[in-house]
T-cell receptor, first 112, second 113 residues
Framework: ETGVTQTPRHLVMGMTNKKSLKCEQH?????MYWYKQSAKKPLELMFV???????ENNSVPSRFSPECPNSSHLFLHLHTLQPEDSALYLC???????????FGPGTRLTVL | SQKIEQNSEALNIQEGKTATLTCNYT??????LQWYRQDPGRGPVFLLL?????KEKRKERLKVTFDTTLKQSLFHITASQPADSATYLC????????????FGPGTSLSVIP
């Protein structure tokens, strides 16, 4: 256990569905991240929150919508996704800055 | 453009030998370089961080070097064990902000008993 939990672990959704991914960290960190990991591709940074403020939106399509209600919780709201959005979505946290990130186990998303 | 490269081929080594993984980068001047381990279907796990003014860092059987002139980091696992089999990722802080780390594609390591 890394102190970062993600739910659900697996998700299958149709292109017209709306779903949300949840991440919670129990480490007292101030920065939280969403990454996308597709097969044979490097981790792609999607969003960064520092002290609940979004500091990065890495040209992510608007069908992905993040929410950070407090420094312990991070959500990724999904709607009208495409099959190419199927991937492993990873949440991470760190004290501040990008160093020594602690990752959750990920959500395996399949879009049909 | 900015680029991070790691051993493109999977690395297979015999148990007990030293594994050496390479991370090369171009068009970066990172202040920090990190190494992570990732097992299939799981999130990466932080291993080591080395700063630009450090040449070498050790932790148990792990050793990392950082050559900012060559723009290269080497990651060594001595006395390798089958349990070391995993994918290893290097990561650099982005030139425009240290908060945003960029990951390399990873190298798959298999340690054969």
């Amino acid at each position: 256990e890394t102190g970062v939990t993600q739910t659900p672990r697996h998700l299958v959704m149709g292109m017209t569905n709306k779903k949300s991914l949840k991440c919670e960290q129990h480490l007292g960190h101030n920065a939280m991240y969403w990454y996308k990991q597709s097969a044979k591709k490097p981790l792609e940074l999607m969003f960064v929150y520092n002290f609940k403020e979004q500091t990065e939106n890495n040209s992510v399509p608007s069908r992905f919508s993040p929410e950070c209600p407090n420094s312990s919780h991070l959500f990724l709201h999904l709607h009208t996704l495409q099959p190419e959005d199927s991937a492993l979505y990873l949440c991470a946290s760190s004290e501040r800055g990008g160093h020594r990130q602690f990752f959750g186990p990920g959500t395996r998303l399949t879009v049909l | 453009s900015q680029k991070i490269e790691q051993n493109s081929e999977a690395l297979n080594i015999q148990e007990g030998k030293t594994a050496t993984l390479t991370c090369n980068y171009t068009n970066y001047s990172p202040a920090y370089l990190q190494w992570y381990r990732q097992d299939p279907g799981r999130g990466p796990v932080f291993l080591l961080l080395i700063r630009e003014n450090e040449k070498e860092k050790r932790k148990e059987r792990l050793k990392v070097t950082f050559d900012t002139t060559l723009k290269q980091s080497l990651f060594h696992i001595t006395a390798s064990q089958p349990a070391d089999s995993a994918t290893y990722l290097c990561a650099l802080d982005r030139v425009d902000s240290y908060d945003k780390v960029i990951f390399g594609p990873g190298t798959s390591l298999s340690v054969i008993p």
